[in-house]
């Protein structure tokens, strides 16, 4: 598997500050900026960050995005019930000249 | 308004080529840093990226699947068609297709618009 690793599960209450990493390489990550996108049950994704950091007009700026070296992490302040969805990380691979996904995080608001 | 819009058929058989259609609105991909891709979705599974055709014609592919995909477009009618050779059952998916802007800087904007994506089945 050539893609980035999420870790498939990710939690929290109401109100608190969630964060979910993306490990890539030298390749991905570490050459190239990381975009986040947020699916909701049963619908396509949505845009969420991009250029690592940089929220398209809509995105509240409970989210927000990093990147350091070959990861990069996304992290949801103020949780609230409705951001209970799964979150992908992507980047463009130089050595696969394509893009990649990560596996995604499936995130609970308990 | 940027919309795009992913047709193609419901159900193939294993061994057929899976022809689909991406008609968009809104922008032209004639237009510098104008690109779009495909992504799919196999039942309750993640993304996965298959191609990219970009502003000058040229195309990206899944190294996995680099054999079995072609990735064309139609700038007169604002269509994306994507081919995927030799299917098979594990090629069930949700088909999207999304618009991407990489700015001349090459800034990447990411995948800004999706379609609302298409069921394919493929079974005997």
């Known amino acids: 598997h050539s893609g980035l690793t999420q870790a498939p599960s990710a939690s929290g209450t109401p109100g608190q500050r969630v964060t979910i990493s993306c490990s890539g390489s030298?390749?991905?990550?570490?050459?190239?900026?990381v975009n986040w996108y947020q699916q909701l049950p049963g619908t396509a994704p949505k845009l969420l960050m991009y250029?690592?950091?940089q929220r398209p007009s809509g995105v509240p700026d409970r989210f927000s995005g990093s990147k350091s070296g070959t990861s990069a992490s996304l992290a949801i302040s103020g949780l609230q019930s409705e951001d209970e969805a799964d979150y992908y990380c992507?980047?463009?691979?130089?050595?696969?000249?394509?893009?990649?996904f990560g596996g995604g995080t499936q995130l609970t608001v308990l | 308004q940027v919309t795009l819009r992913e047709s193609g058929p419901a159900l193939v058989k294993p061994t057929q080529t899976l022809t689909l259609t991406c008609s968009f609105s809104?922008?032209?991909?004639?237009?510098?840093?104008?690109?779009v891709s495909w992504i799919r979705q196999p039942p309750g599974k993640a993304l996965e990226w298959l191609a990219l055709?970009?502003?000058?014609?040229?195309?990206y592919y899944n190294i996995e699947m680099k054999t079995r995909l072609t990735i064309s477009k139609d700038t007169s009618n604002n269509q994306v068609v994507l081919t995927v050779a030799n299917m098979d059952p594990v090629d069930t998916a949700t088909y999207y297709c999304?618009?991407?802007?990489?700015?001349?800087?090459?800034?990447?904007?990411?995948?800004?618009?999706w379609g609302q994506g298409t069921t394919v089945t493929v079974s005997s």
């Open positions: 999304a618009r991407i802007v990489i700015a001349e800087t090459g800034t990447n904007f990411g995948l800004d618009v």
């Open positions: 809104g922008f032209s991909l004639t237009s510098s840093g104008m690109c």
């Open positions: 055709i970009d502003w000058e014609d040229d195309k």
């Open positions: 030298t390749s991905n990550i570490g050459s190239n900026s």
């Open positions: 250029d690592n950091n």
């Open positions: 992507a980047a463009w691979d130089d050595s696969l000249n394509g893009a990649v």
